[in-house]
């Protein structure tokens, strides 16, 4: 029996991927590098690796790389915190599954960013409590975020299910044994997600999965 539900943040609650696609973007164009989003969806999505190496391959200083990270994330910071990026329907949703569900959100968000994407969601009390990058060492798609979810809620493996819409958020599910309900939406539309416990439309058809 399903107790408790993992999720995933950006594009399985909200559509904030194409606005770090268009801010990594910008930057790295600075230094005369062109992102695509073909690269964003290998090294972002599939990878989790960043676009990082890109300048360390111009064998540009680290320094100089903090420096466009930093204008990167500010950038990004100011776009989200403007926005209301909860995706359509998911606030429903999620009011609906935690009268039954044990809720909770694994992301690879860094804090301040998580902060400025729900300041003003409405959905986090929804919510048991939420991971983001600063919480543990090894990011999707290592297992250990979703192990360390599955900790936090207190159930056993079969009594969770985990939902994503990248390939790396799938990896990390099945690399820690974890039922995953995989939701495309925008640049991981089409992906590989063989293995995946359902691939879902959109975020109101997990009800027809659980009720």
């Known amino acids: 029996m399903i107790k408790?539900?993992?999720f995933d943040n950006d594009?399985?609650?909200v559509n904030t991927e194409h606005l770090y696609y268009q801010t990594t973007k910008e930057v790295l164009e600075k230094a005369?590098?062109?992102?695509?989003?073909?690269d964003f969806v290998e090294y972002f999505l599939r990878q989790?690796?960043?676009a990082w190496h890109f300048l360390e391959d111009k064998n540009i200083p680290q320094e100089e790389i903090e420096k466009y990270k930093a204008e990167r994330n500010k950038n990004y910071f100011d776009l989200i915190y403007e926005k209301n990026t909860l995706l359509p329907d998911v606030k429903n949703v999620i009011k609906k599954l935690s009268e039954n569900y044990r809720l909770g959100i694994v992301t690879s968000c860094r804090r301040e960013h998580f902060d400025a994407i729900h300041n003003n969601t409405e959905v986090l009390h929804y919510f048991d409590f939420h991971l983001v990058r600063e919480d543990y060492k090894n990011s999707k798609p290592d297992p250990e975020p979703y192990l360390y979810g599955l900790e936090k809620m207190g159930l056993k493996?079969?009594?969770?299910?985990?939902?994503?819409?990248?390939e790396r958020g799938l990896k990390a599910a099945l690399a820690a044994e974890?039922?995953?309900?995989?939701i495309p939406q925008g640049f991981t539309t089409g992906g590989n997600f063989e293995g995946c416990w359902y691939q879902l439309d959109d975020i109101t058809e997990i009800t027809k999965i659980l009720y």
């Open 4 to 6: 408790g539900i993992l």
């Open 11 to 13: 594009g399985v609650l």
């Open 32 to 38: 005369g590098i062109e992102l695509t989003k073909a």
């Open 48 to 50: 989790g690796r960043g």
């Open 157 to 166: 493996k079969d009594e969770v299910i985990i939902v994503e819409d990248s």
């Open 178 to 182: 974890i039922n995953c309900v995989v």
